[in-house]
């Protein structure tokens, strides 16, 4: 199984302020027939479940502000909120979707200081 | 999109349970079908998915031989068959929506509020 590791496990950050999650994968998630990263950002809120963020690395779901962008190829990779908002405390995983079975990242907890 | 998850409960430890989720808002029959678990406090696990025909299933080690996967077209409607359940299968369950017809690779575009299973005597 593919090993998705983040870091850090939590941060607090001041609103309007950016915030820096990155996650690793055990292997690579480049997938070569289309040069595409197979990997998925979801933020899941107090209570809610998780909704999609940012797919192929770094392309927005629709509707996603755009203070959130996604990054990195390979193994590592990071997603990036640019200026903190109230709305934007929640949990953040990382998703490989290369290959079955789908591993997440152990989530990293989005704070205001 | 609407996935609608039921079936959750209070189980004794090796007893079963059946988990439905009821879709619509899209082409059903088109997509593949995840479950994904979330344990009390803890991340996400990726318990099993089916692919759009039905055809072909794919489970966690943890759940493989204890839970199956099935879906009816006719229906819109997934389900997690679950048995022999333990202690550590205690979690919320969402039915999860793929953005393609296989289980192999893709994204989880659409979430279920999900359904929550306690296994506990």
């Known amino acids: 199984d593919i090993v998705m590791t983040q870091s850090p496990d939590s941060l607090a950050v001041s609103l309007g302020e950016r915030a820096t999650i990155n996650c690793r994968s055990s292997?690579?998630?480049?997938?070569?027939?289309?040069?595409?990263?197979?990997l998925a950002w979801y933020q899941q809120k107090p209570g809610q479940p998780p909704e999609l963020l940012i797919y192929?690395?770094?392309t927005r779901e629709s509707g996603v502000p755009d203070r959130f962008s996604g990054s990195g190829s390979g193994t590592d990779f990071t997603l990036t909120i640019s200026s903190l908002q109230a709305e934007d405390v929640a949990i953040y995983y990382c998703?490989?979707?290369?290959?079955?079975?789908?591993?997440f990242g152990q989530g990293t907890k989005v704070e205001i200081k | 999109v609407q996935l609608v998850e039921s079936g959750g409960g209070l189980v004794q430890p090796g007893g079963s349970l059946r988990l439905s989720c009821s879709a619509s808002g899209f082409t059903f029959n088109s997509y593949a079908m995840h479950w994904v678990r979330q344990a009390p406090g803890k991340g996400l696990d990726y318990v099993s998915a089916i692919t759009n025909n039905g055809q072909s299933a794919d489970y966690a080690d943890s759940v493989k031989g204890r839970f199956t996967i099935s879906r009816d077209n006719s229906k819109n409607t997934l389900y997690l068959e679950m048995s022999s359940l333990r202690g550590e299968d205690t979690a919320v369950y969402y039915c999860?929506?793929?953005?393609?017809?296989?289980?192999?690779?893709?994204?989880?575009?659409?979430w279920g509020q999900g359904t929550r299973v306690t296994v506990s005597s």
């Open positions: 292997q690579s998630l480049l997938y070569g027939s289309n040069n595409k990263n197979y």
């Open positions: 999860v929506k793929s953005i393609s017809p296989g289980y192999t690779s893709g994204w989880y575009d659409y």
């Open positions: 192929w690395a770094s």
């Open positions: 998703q490989q979707d290369y290959s079955t079975p789908r591993t």
